[in-house]
């Protein structure tokens, strides 16, 4: 078991920003994959962005060009940086990992137990 544990959810007004965290204390192995997925409630869990371990990312057309996601190997600490940030964007989101690069799909072997982000216009 890799335990996950999300932080920096919260409530924000239409347009701002949050940046979340997840820290992976014993993912020892930074070559690995790490995504975030959010859902809402009455709708199915989505892929929000991914990286790899060769680094390279993936996002999902909605989040495009406004959510970036990083990583810090030396922390074991995956970010999730959203800006101009939308109602759409309401929903719990949740920290994924996996020796296996399954990208935006739900797969992932380890999850967190989510942090809730609130958009209000």
């Known amino acids: 078991q890799v335990p996950l544990v999300e932080s920096g959810g919260g409530s924000v007004q239409a347009g701002g920003s949050l940046r979340l965290s997840c820290a992976a204390s014993e993912w020892k192995d930074s070559g690995r994959c790490m995504a975030w997925f959010r859902q809402a409630p009455g709708k199915e869990r989505e892929g929000v962005a991914s990286?790899?371990?060769?680094?390279?990312?993936y996002y999902a057309a909605s989040v495009k060009g406004r959510f970036t996601i990083y990583r810090d190997d030396v922390d074991h600490i995956v970010y999730l940086q959203m800006n101009s940030l939308k109602p759409e964007d309401t929903g719990m989101y949740y920290c994924a990992a996996d020796v296996f690069e399954y990208r935006l799909e739900p797969k992932y072997e380890f999850w967190g137990q989510g942090t809730q982000v609130t958009v209000s216009s």
């Open positions: 990286v790899d371990s060769d680094e390279e990312k």
